[in-house]
């Protein structure tokens, strides 16, 4: 009889064990907007890590960040929200955390000490009101500069810029021997950063923090505010005819034919030239900021998880968090995305030597810089965002734009 019982257990351990294997997936509807080369190879990354875990990751890639915020936001308010969906690390999602719309992911944050391993500017910009709604999953610096090696060469350009006036010169230099001097994507959010870029170099950390976290009028109006317009909008003498509307990935692909000398551009495009299989210090290089000691702009992508009470998706939404933020997984994604691993506890020897550099400076809090989405609300950068792109685009004075600047900072 306890023979009989024995193979009765055994078989019923057996069949639970079986079922447990042949269980199925856990699915993943995951919003994203990175559909170009570099970004795709990137977030295949964090797809197959998934899926090794036991999920199943349904890509729901759609073009354009608005248009994917948008996308996600619509399935949120429909009844059918997706898994997770991406979002910059920033205020854009917290509308939705004080409407009860997001899961939190607390139990993971706790199970792999993200309040020790992730640096602090990420942290405030995940958590709200001590509870942690999304997964962090880069650090991206949105004023890095990539250049050509041969158009430099041709150019007679032998060191990088240790300020803003010498990288206006080299500029000049590259204007003179035929090169498109500066690939910019003439679009708003593109000129943005290339403003933010020089403000936080020429105009300092300090008028920086006075006018996007403090909201102070009064540093708008400021001479030093106008020197920043002055010297930004000195870069549109070394942009070309092409500029208007182009793609920023198309602005990477003229550096990476040597056909313009730079482009300031996020770190993300650095998957670009990895997909063209061009290697950072050989054929290309890249410092952050316009001198050694520039402030670091901090940014990101975060991924948020949508609020439901099947267990099967919060399953998967924790699932997703925990793999996402991996070591192991987050290597693999900033190899391919350009961007730098959201936790310090990682083995870089497998990144360029541009990840190496950005790392090494988050290591030096006194260089890192919030980027402006950290620190105003999504509708005041949209309107700082529109006279930025308004003075860039049009004959308007700097006395005018400062005006508008005043205005949008107090909508």
């Known amino acids: 009889m306890n023979s009989m019982k024995k193979l009765v257990v055994s078989v019923i351990a057996a069949v639970a064990a079986s079922s447990a294997a042949h269980a199925d997936p856990l699915k993943a509807t995951v919003i994203h907007w990175w559909t170009s080369g570099g970004e795709s190879a990137a977030i295949k990354q964090f797809a197959d890590a998934y899926n090794k875990a036991g999920g199943l990751w349904i890509d729901n890639a759609v073009a354009g960040a608005d248009q994917a915020r948008s996308t996600a936001i619509n399935r949120i308010m429909g009844g059918d929200p997706p898994t997770a969906a991406q979002f910059n690390t920033s205020k854009q999602f917290h509308d939705i955390i004080d409407q009860g719309l997001l899961n939190n992911v607390d139990d993971v944050a706790a199970k792999e000490n993200w309040d020790k391993i992730f640096p602090a500017s990420i942290i405030e910009s995940i958590k709200s009101n001590g509870h942690y709604y999304a997964a962090p999953v880069d650090i991206h610096m949105p004023a890095w500069f990539f250049y050509s090696k041969p158009a430099f060469q041709k150019a007679g350009i032998t060191k990088e810029p240790a300020n803003y006036d010498e ?7 590259l204007k003179a021997a035929g090169v498109i001097p500066l690939a910019l994507g003439g679009q708003a959010w593109q000129e943005k950063i290339t403003f933010d ?11 920086y923090l006075k006018v996007y976290r403090d909201r102070d009028v009064n540093a708008v109006k400021s001479d030093a505010f106008k020197k920043v317009l002055t010297q930004f909008k000195r870069l549109h003498n070394y942009i070309d005819p092409g500029s208007p509307g182009r793609n920023w990935n198309d602005a990477t692909a003229l550096v990476i034919s040597g056909k313009a000398g730079v482009q300031i551009m996020g770190d993300w495009a650095k998957g670009e030239f990895s997909a063209a299989n061009q290697t950072a210090g050989k054929d290309f290089g890249c410092f952050p900021g316009f001198g050694p000691h520039s402030p670091y702009l901090v940014a990101g992508d975060a991924f948020v998880f949508p609020k439901t009470d099947n267990p099967n998706a919060v399953k998967a939404q924790k699932l997703l968090a925990t793999v996402m933020t991996s070591p192991a997984a987050q290597v693999a994604f900033s190899a391919k995305k350009g961007s730098i691993p959201i936790r310090s506890d990682i083995d870089d020897s497998s990144l360029d030597m541009c990840a190496k550099e950005g790392i090494a400076i988050m290591k030096d809090k006194s260089r890192q810089l919030p980027n402006p989405e950290m620190l ?3 509708d005041i950068n949209g309107a700082l965002q529109d006279v930025i792109t308004n003075f860039w685009n049009k004959n308007q004075s700097v006395e005018d734009a400062q005006k508008a600047f005043a205005s949008g900072l107090k909508s």
């Open 167 to 173: 990288f206006i010169a080299d500029l000049d230099k």
């Open 197 to 207: 870029a020089v403000f936080a170099d020429v105009g300092g950390p300090d008028l």
């Open 376 to 378: 105003t609300p999504p």
